[in-house]
C-alpha cells in the first residue's frame, strides 16, 4: 500500500512539474531569439515582443518550475532504499543539475530581469542566451539521471550498493543521447505553439497586428523544423528503446508474440491484458512496426509473452509486463498528435509564405487551441517513458516494490499527497490565470502607439510592468 502510494504521489509531482519544464526552456529559447532580432535590427517591435513575452516565462518560471524540487526531498523520504542503492551513481547528475545549471538558470534570469536600461545592449542579451542555456544544461542533467536508471551503464557494485566508475559512459549512453534531443525538440514545440496561440488571439481581434505577426512568424520557424525532426528523433529512440527495454516497446504494441515482419495497429480494441490476448484490430499499418522498432522493413520484434520468459529465468519469478493499456494509449496520443502537429505547422508555414497567415481566421482559431496539443504529447510521452518500465525502477538492477522507504507509512503518504494535490491544484489557477492575464493584456500603451497607429483598439491596453 505504502509503495503504491508513493508511486502515485512521485507521478502526481513529477507530471504535473513536466507540464512547466518544457514550456520554460521553448520560452527562453524564443525569447532569446526575439531579443536577438531586436539587437540586430534595432525594430522596437521585437523589443516589446521580447518583453511580452518574458512577461509569461517568469510567470512560469516562478510559479510553476520551482515544483521539481518536492521530487528531491521524496527521494530521500520515499524513496531511501533506492536512494541508498544508486545514490552513488544518480546523485552525481542531479548535483550538478542544481550547483551549476540551476544557478546559472536563475543568476543571470535576475539579471535579465533587472537588467533592462542598466546593463549594456549586448551584454544584456548574453544574459537571455545565458537563461537558455541554463534551462537546456538543467534538463541535461536530469536527462542523464533518468536515463541511467532505463539503461544503466558506466557503474559497478560495491558492497551490494552501485557506484559510478565510468561518468564517460553515463554521457554518452544512447538512451540519453536521443532521449535528450527528443526532450528539447518537444520543448520547442510546446513554447512555439504557446506563443503561436497568443500570437494567434491578438491577430484575430486584430490587435497589435504587425506585432504579434513577427512573433507568429518567429513561433512557425521554430515549430516547423522542430517537428518535422521529432519524428525522426522519435522514431531512432524507439528503435534503442527496442533493443534496451524490448518490454517497453512490445507493451507499447500489445505485441503479445513474436511477430516478423511486424504490424502497427492504429487502432484496436481488447487484447490489453494477460487474460485477453487477441484484439480486434482496426486499421493494422503492415511492417510500420519493423520500421519503428527496427529500422528495417522487415525486422522482428520479442512479444510480450516470450520476453516474460525470459525475465523470469533470468531474473527470477514474477510479473515483468507493464501497464499494456497505458503503454498502448500513450503511444498513439503522443504520436497520434505529432502528426497532427506536423501537418497543422506545415499549414501554417505555407500561409506564411503565401501572406495570408494573418487573414487565415480557420487557422488562427485553430491556433489558440492548438496550444492544448504539446501538454497532451508531453504527458503522454511521460507515462510512456516511465510506466513502460515497470516493475523496475532501475531496469535490470532493482524493482520499484524493493526501493521504498520501509519506515514510511501510507498514512503519512496519504497526507502529504492530499496536501500536495491541494498546493498544485491552487497554483496551477495561479499560473493558468497569471499567464491568461498577462497574455490578454496587450502591449505597452506607448509602445504600441508608437508603433502601430493603425491599431488603435489595442493601443489602450494596460501596460505590462516589470
Known sequence: MANDLARWQFATTSIYHFIFVPVTIGLAFLVAILQTAWHRTDNPDYKRMTRFFGTLLLINVAVGVVTGLVQEFEFGMNWSTYSRYVGGVFGAPLAMEGLAAFFLESTFLGLWLFGWDRLPKRVHL????????????????????????????????????????????????????????HVILASLITGALVMLAVSAWYLRKERHVQSFHRSATVALIVLIPAIVIQMS?????????????????????????????????????????QSHQNPTRIIPIPHLLSVLGT????????????????????????????NVSIQYWSMRTMAG???????????????????????????????????????????????????????WIVQGLQKTIHSNSP?????????????????????????????????????????????????APGATAPALTY
Not at 314 to 322: A, D, L, Q, V
Not at 342 to 359: E, Q
Not at 416 to 429: E, K, Q, R, T
Not at 430 to 447: H, I, K, N, Q
Open 126 to 181: 548574453a544574459t537571455i542566451w545565458a537563461v537558455s542555456l541554463g534551462t537546456l544544461l538543467s534538463a541535461m542533467f536530469i536527462l542523464m539521471a533518468n536515463s541511467w536508471m532505463q539503461h544503466p551503464v558506466g557503474y559497478k557494485l560495491v558492497n551490494g550498493k552501485a557506484e559510478l566508475n565510468n561518468l564517460w559512459a553515463v554521457v554518452i549512453n544512447p538512451t540519453f543521447l536521443w532521449g535528450y534531443a
Open 233 to 273: 528523433v522519435g522514431n531512432k529512440l524507439g528503435q534503442i528503446e527496442t533493443r534496451y527495454q524490448p518490454m517497453k516497446i512490445a507493451a507499447a504494441e500489445a505485441q503479445w508474440n513474436s511477430c516478423k515482419p511486424c504490424s502497427f495497429s492504429a487502432l484496436q480494441v481488447g487484447g490489453f491484458s
Open 295 to 322: 529500422g528495417t522493413w522487415g525486422g522482428g520484434l520479442t512479444g510480450l509473452n516470450q520476453l516474460q520468459a525470459q525475465y523470469r529465468k533470468k531474473y527470477g519469478p514474477g510479473n515483468y509486463i507493464p
Open 337 to 391: 498528435l505529432g502528426a497532427v502537429v506536423l501537418v497543422f505547422a506545415l499549414w501554417g508555414g505555407w500561409l506564411l509564405l503565401r501572406g495570408r497567415l494573418r487573414r487565415s481566421r480557420i487557422f488562427l482559431w485553430l491556433s489558440v487551441w492548438a496550444v492544448i496539443t504539446p501538454f497532451l504529447m508531453n504527458t503522454a510521452g511521460w507515462l510512456l517513458t516511465e510506466s513502460g518500465r515497470q516493475p
Open 407 to 455: 519506515s514510511v507509512s501510507a498514512t503519512d503518504i496519504w497526507i502529504s499527497l492530499i496536501g500536495l494535490i491541494v498546493v498544485y491544484i491552487v497554483l496551477a489557477a495561479v499560473d493558468l490565470g497569471l499567464m491568461l492575464r498577462y497574455s490578454r493584456r496587450g502591449l505597452a500603451e506607448a509602445d504600441a502607439e508608437s508603433a502601430e497607429p493603425s491599431d
